[in-house]
């Protein structure tokens, strides 16, 4: 299959003024030149049929302008330009034709159909992708953060995803392979050679070398984790509080526009309303929930429970308080909820204080951080925002790091399965446990690097990743 050559449509669908059939494999010249007639002095609609072209008479790199026929009689189809390029310098590194025609669904498809006529078959989900990387066009690493940035929703996750498919992330596991990897040779070398030893294996520089190049290095793969899932996916943020306390007019204020009803009536919101939006640079689902209260009602007993368990679902949780009422009953059974999660206090209604310490934070709150404003009047609002954005960590408030980020689960599991190998190693070192067995251990450790880069895994693990891809990419 992977020698077939394939075709698909690699814009999105529906109509735009450019659309883009695209072709890999030995084939692409020669199915371009079955449906492609180069133009003349500028017109696609001249009477004289120019003559077809053959796969010799295509240069590289290099963009033509003419027109898509149906064979045999040449039906005019559309009027395109049309991109070629020789592999192995190509992104799959395969012959690969570009289309570009009108950006309608029938010429798309029509185009396409074409192509499949004269012999190429319609590409998988992400196979063009999978090419680049069976092809060692990029390793495993660089192809996912292709899905990564096609679905950024903000400047930083681009920025994260373009550091990942430059290779930034792939660097740190190949680094930490090399050192695993010298250190086995060097355990193997110690038990074939076991009078020479001591002087190709030494245990306390050993281990000092494995705290300091592997298991740091793995450990903070694991830590930025968790950011690299917010600045893809968004961070889930839930507002909490009592009734009438300002959550909606705070979610208003936030997205900036009058989503969610605001009345003095308590009670107004009972079920769940979410809202994505970018805070700072970071993608933000934003959800609004009932009012935590004792209450009979059944339909606001169910949006009470929901609101619980939005915000155990959260990585972050606003917990708004009225500023001039002061702390009561119903918000201490609030921060009981709250208080082992990242949570900000918000003190609502500045507006209608004097002073801001007219407010008494009770003294089992004081480790949250604090930010006072109005939702009413939007003081402070900009505060609050920072202090959202950075809940991120301290490097990543900053733009940095973005190499020290396990892009996705299944990387992450990878690496807590290779931390734990390297634990291992680290622990039977120090327990002067026998080379045989350290050697295992360092192969385990190797291995699972391996599978993070992406060498010698199952064609059934492969189909499972690019099947995540859009078809066309």
């Known amino acids: 299959m992977e020698n077939d050559t394939i075709a698909a449509i690699a814009t999105p669908k529906g109509w735009g003024g450019i659309g883009i059939v695209k072709i890999s494999g030995s084939d692409a010249f020669h ?16 009477e004289t049929t120019p003559p077809s072209l053959r796969p010799e008479d295509f240069k590289s790199h290099r963009i033509r302008y003419g027109r898509v026929e149906k064979p045999p009689k040449g039906r005019i189809i559309d009027e395109v330009l049309l991109s070629t390029m020789r592999g192995p310098h ?11 025609g009108h950006g309608g669904p029938a010429v798309m498809r029509t185009i396409l159909e074409l192509v499949v006529e004269q012999g190429a078959r319609l590409a998988d989900p992400g196979e063009f992708t999978k090419r680049a ?84 290095p793995l450990a903070r793969l694991i830590k930025g984790f968790r950011n690299g899932r917010i600045l893809r996916e968004g961070l889930r943020l839930t507002v909490l509080g009592t009734p009438n306390v300002g959550k909606s007019s705070l979610m208003n204020r936030l997205l900036k526009t009058e989503r969610v009803i605001v009345a003095p009536v308590p009670g107004t919101t009972r079920d769940l309303v979410e809202e ?12 609004d929930t009932a009012g935590i ?35 009561t009953e119903a918000d201490e059974t609030i921060y009981q909820v709250v208080r082992a999660q990242p949570t900000i206090l918000v003190i609502n209604k500045i507006d209608l204080l004097e002073e801001r310490a007219a407010f008494h934070v009770p003294q089992k709150w004081g480790h949250l951080e604090q930010v ?17 954005a950075n809940g991120l960590d301290e490097e990543r408030r900053h733009g940095h790091g973005f190499s020290d980020v396990a892009p996705n689960l299944r990387q992450k599991d990878c690496i807590d399965r290779i931390l734990v190998s390297v634990n291992r190693l680290m622990d ?12 295992i251990d360092a192969k385990e450790a190797v291995e699972g690097l391996n599978e993070v880069l992406g060498d010698h895994l199952s064609e059934e693990i492969l189909e499972q990743i690019f099947g995540r891809f859009c078809v066309g990419k």
Do not use: C, W
């Not at 994505?276 to 959800?287: E, F, K, Q, R, S």
């Open 31 to 46: 199915i371009a030149g079955a449906v492609f007639r180069p133009g003349r002095s500028g017109s696609a609609m001249e």
């Open 90 to 100: 190509t992104y799959t590194g395969e012959d690969v034709v570009e289309i570009n």
């Open 133 to 216: 990387f069976l092809n060692g066009r990029m390793d495993l690493t660089q192809a996912e953060a292709v899905v990564d940035v096609i679905q950024a929703k903000t400047e930083r996750a681009l920025q994260l995803a373009a550091a990942h498919l430059e290779g930034r992330f792939g660097t740190v596991v190949r680094r930490v392979r090399s050192v695993l990897t010298d250190l086995r040779v060097r355990l193997e070398a110690g038990i074939d050679f076991p009078e020479a030893v001591s002087e190709v294996f030494d245990r306390p520089t050993t281990s000092a070398l494995l705290e300091k190049q592997a298991k740091r």
């Open 276 to 287: 994505a939006l970018d805070i700072n640079g970071v993608p933000v689902i934003l959800t």
């Open 293 to 327: 209260h004792p209450t009979a009602d059944p339909v606001e007993r169910i949006g009470i429970q929901k609101a619980r368990e939005a915000a155990e679902r959260s990585d972050l949780v606003l917990f708004m308080v009225d500023g001039v009422r002061g702390a």
């Open 372 to 388: 006072y404003l109005s939702a009413r009047t939007g003081e402070g609002i900009d505060r609050l925002e920072r202090a959202i």
């Open 428 to 439: 039977e070192l120090a327990n002067g446990s026998p080379e045989e067995i350290l050697a």
